[in-house]
């Protein structure tokens, strides 16, 4: 009952979203979470309630303090009668997580918070990851196609926590993202399980990016692609 109310909330709460990041991207990393988590000594009510909850608070949604103090979060685990201790442990899975904690190198410190992680990872890769990068690239998109791609604006491949979170970015279009985060998912992963399916969703999106540089007629971005890959860019 408790998790069908949380779930119920967070629909509420992300309703309507056309980012990526509303409710069908929640129930999917909901669902990956429970997957990997199937033959793993764990709390799983703690791997569903920080996989339900883990976007509820999410910066690009709800702004720096929701993110920080997790106001969504913890309201709606009260609401829905979770116990302080769970409720403790679910929002320091929460807030030792996503890509942008990564790259000041804090990760989730038990295994179901690195089980959390893991999925939501994946669901920022493969078809899924492709797919929700464009909605998001879509729904920011103020002036044109740029925000897909601009062969002559390159990705910035090692950005800080702040550049990656500054908004208006000249580089942040969709095709550059897979440069800038999407293909360094992969080993990031924290499960073996997790691992695994990473690369499967990996090589689909560099099957996606070949494909489209050649239907573009982009020789110079496979060239960055093939050398990017083989890690001759840094």
């Known amino acids: 009952m ?3 109310g949380v779930l ?3 629909r509420q709460l992300l309703n309507g979203d056309k ?5 069908d991207h929640v129930e999917r990393v909901y669902r990956l979470s429970m ?3 199937e033959n793993e000594n764990v709390n799983k009510d703690i791997v569903a309630l920080a996989a339900l909850l883990h976007d509820a608070d999410d910066y690009k949604l709800f702004g720096g303090e929701n993110a920080k103090n997790l106001t969504n979060a913890k309201r709606i685990m009260q609401q829905n009668g979770v116990d302080e ?4 442990q679910v929002c320091d899975i929460i807030s030792n997580m996503g890509y942008s904690k990564c790259l000041q190198g804090v990760r989730p410190k038990t295994k179901e918070g690195m089980l959390v992680s893991d999925a939501d990872m994946l669901e920022a890769m493969g078809a899924v990851g492709t797919v929700r990068c464009l909605a998001y690239a879509l729904d920011k998109c103020h002036s044109g196609t740029d925000q897909i791609f601009d062969k002559n604006i390159w990705p910035e491949i090692n950005l800080s926590a702040a550049e990656y979170k500054k908004p208006n970015r000249k580089s942040d279009n969709f095709i550059n993202h897979f440069f800038e985060k999407m293909l360094k998912l ?8 997790g691992k695994q399916e990473a690369q499967i969703r ?8 070949y494909e489209f540089f050649r239907e573009n007629d982009c020789p110079e971005w ?7 890959e083989m890690k001759k860019i840094a």
Do not use: P
């Open 2 to 4: 408790i998790l069908e």
């Open 35 to 37: 997957q990997l988590a």
């Open 202 to 209: 990996h090589q689909f999106m560099l099957d996606f990016l």
């Open 222 to 228: 496979i060239a960055y692609l093939q050398n990017y």
């Open 186 to 193: 992969k080993d990031l992963m924290m499960t073996s399980a």
């Open 85 to 88: 201790q769970t409720s403790a």
């Open 8 to 10: 119920s909330d967070v």
């Open 19 to 23: 980012s990526g990041h509303g409710a």
